[in-house]
């Protein structure tokens, strides 16, 4: 049982590294070395103890970094046809792309409308839709880096970073077909099926007073 134990602690530690969201590899990495120094401490290996006991020291201290920093978003839009940093960031990003929006091909877009979530003014996020009339918003992708994959990007455009959609006439967000893993992230962040199109999940957004601050 021992043995199996320090196993599982090790397959920890390296699944870890293998993370590309910072927050859960240091979870995990922090994890992974508490089960090796409480294995290391059973077995009286005191140095293998110590190196683990100093590693979940560090993963605490950024973990607590992590938590206590407060990130600025704001959102850029962009022109479809800019060549040069959109273009860039479909290219290098078009594989991840379609793992999560398989059907999604910019160039066959009519009128695509396209928007950069920023993270401390850095590109983290690209959000492409298309004015479907009626006040709806047809979201054609909605993609952020692997390595800002916490939510907190995705959290902050549906909750408080639609305003300028509003002031634009849009009244909802519609997503069509999307995979079970992307249906459970539209519902985390508000989205709940349609009573009219089977196929589409609908996001009403805010308005008048319950309309987001872009400040928040």
């Known amino acids: 049982m021992l043995e199996l134990f320090g196993y599982a ?7 870890s590294l293998m993370m590309s969201n910072i927050w859960k590899l240091r979870w995990l990495n922090m994890t992974g070395s508490a089960m090796l120094m409480v294995y290391a401490v059973t077995l009286r290996a005191w140095p293998v103890a110590a190196v683990n006991a100093f590693i979940v020291v560090v993963d605490m201290y950024y973990i ?22 959109l273009k860039t960031f479909l290219e290098l990003y078009r594989e991840d792309m379609h793992k999560y929006f398989p059907s ?43 390595s800002y994959r916490d939510l907190s990007s995705a959290r902050f455009f549906y909750n408080t970073g639609y305003s300028s959609f509003i002031k634009a006439g849009f009244r909802e967000f519609v997503l069509r077909n999307p995979s079970p ?36």
């Open 9 to 15: 602690a090790s397959v920890i530690t390296a699944l």
């Open 64 to 85: 607590w970094q992590l938590s206590s920093k407060r990130d600025l978003f704001s959102l850029m839009e962009v022109p479809p046809q800019d060549k040069t940093f």
């Open 104 to 146: 999604f091909d910019f160039a066959a877009l009519k009128d695509p409308h396209c928007v950069f979530i920023l993270r401390n003014l850095m590109p983290v996020g690209l959000f492409v839709y298309e004015n479907e009339g009626n006040a709806t918003a047809s979201i054609r992708l909605d993609y952020v880096i692997p």
């Open 181 to 216: 893993v992307h249906a459970k992230y539209a519902a985390r962040m508000g989205f709940s099926p349609s009573a009219v199109d089977p196929a589409a999940w609908v996001k009403p957004l805010a308005s008048g007073k319950d309309a987001p601050n872009p400040a928040c």
